[in-house]
Nanobody
């Protein structure tokens, strides 16, 4: 069982930046495929970004491409999401997820509890 804990959410003005962190309790962290998802009020959970277990590839949703960056520090068992040029439509609860097998984590993989990001216009 992999436990994930997100941090770094908060309130920011449009155009600002935030950096989310997610720390995992897993000795084989470097083999985990990691992802960030978000869920806005009244909407479903959407994919944001993912990083492969080898760290060699990343992928992003079109809506955040060029503004968000996913990175990982395997020595710290931590994955990050740097969010720049934030927009009001980025307001959501952001979730970290991990998978041993799927490059983009699936609902039945491991999930954190979420952290709120609110962008004021």
């Amino acid at each position: 069982q992999v436990q994930l804990v997100e941090s770094g959410g908060g309130l920011v003005q449009a155009g600002g930046s935030l950096k989310l962190s997610c720390t995992a309790s897993e000795r084989t962290f470097d083999r985990l495929h990691l992802g960030w998802f978000r869920q806005a009020p009244g909407k479903g959970r959407d994919f944001v970004a993912a990083a492969s277990g080898t760290g060699s590839s990343t992928t992003y949703a079109d809506s955040v491409l060029g503004r968000f960056t996913i990175s990982r520090d395997d020595a710290k068992n931590t994955v990050y999401l740097q969010m720049n040029n934030l927009k009001s439509e980025d307001t959501a609860v952001y979730y970290c997820a991990a998978s041993l097998y799927s490059l983009i984590p699936r609902p039945n993989d491991f999930w954190g509890q979420g952290t709120q990001v609110t962008v004021s216009s």
